[in-house]
């Protein structure tokens, strides 16, 4: 079956330490999105692309760093810099040349920085 | 920059209606509704495009006011399983940046 997967579900890490969560789909979509959720937040957007080795920072980049090497994979950093870590991420995914078409989410990673 | 959501929360009744408005500052193509479940993934309701197209829910509509930059999603006799948290998202164009709101909690009791 088609979809986009997370991974993990859940991920523990020490102030100070960088961590890599993870996005890959094989839905054959150009378009791939990281959103950080927040309590009362909505999602923000931190990173998205449209094609392979191209990508543009969002609303709230700072402190994230992404790589969009295969189509299939978009692999979100989250770096020492980032002062406010733990929260609950989101990757999507939408094909690239239609706007009109929806966008099909992972089942997120909360990360929890202690 | 994210669209404006209202109402911020909501509690119906099984069986009565709600409109959940949603606006932007900025020009939009098209607007996307989603709805997510308590540590759920968000998932896809309804598109609407400038022109006037849509796509969706056939149990849920929405209108788009492309001149005003709104859009109102609209819920008619609400069931239990209505009940999440609803999101607008928003593309203002050619670069495909899709940005959500801060969503409407909607309750639905018995």
């Known amino acids: 079956d088609g979809g986009i997967t997370q991974s993990p579900k859940y991920l523990f890490r020490k102030e100070g330490q960088n961590v890599t969560l993870s996005c890959e789909q094989n839905?054959?979509?150009?378009?791939m999105y990281w959103y950080r959720q927040d309590p009362g937040q909505g999602l923000r957007l931190i990173y998205y692309s449209q094609i392979v080795n191209d990508f543009q920072k969002g609303d709230i980049a700072e402190g994230y760093s992404v790589s969009r090497e295969k189509k299939e994979s978009f692999p979100l950093t989250v770096t020492s810099a980032q002062k406010n870590p733990t929260a609950f991420y989101l990757c999507?995914?939408?094909?690239?040349?239609?706007?009109?078409?929806?966008?099909?989410f992972g089942q997120g990673t909360r990360l929890t920085v202690v | 920059q994210q669209p404006v959501q209202s109402p911020q929360a909501v509690i119906l009744r099984e069986g009565e209606d709600a409109v959940i408005n949603c606006s932007s500052s900025?020009?939009?193509?098209?607007v996307h509704w989603y709805r997510q479940k308590h540590g759920e993934a968000p998932v896809f309701l309804m598109i609407l495009l400038k022109g006037g197209e849509q796509k969706g829910h056939d149990k849920i509509s929405a209108s788009f006011n492309e001149k005003k930059q709104q859009s109102s999603l609209y819920l008619t006799a609400s069931q239990l399983s209505y009940s999440g948290t609803y999101f607008c998202g928003t593309e203002g164009g050619s670069n495909y940046k899709l940005t959500f709101g801060k969503g409407t909690l909607l309750t639905v009791n018995p």
């Open positions: 999507a995914s939408s094909i690239f040349h239609e706007l009109n078409t929806e966008a099909f």
């Open positions: 900025k020009a939009l193509y098209s």
């Open positions: 839905l054959n979509h150009d378009a």
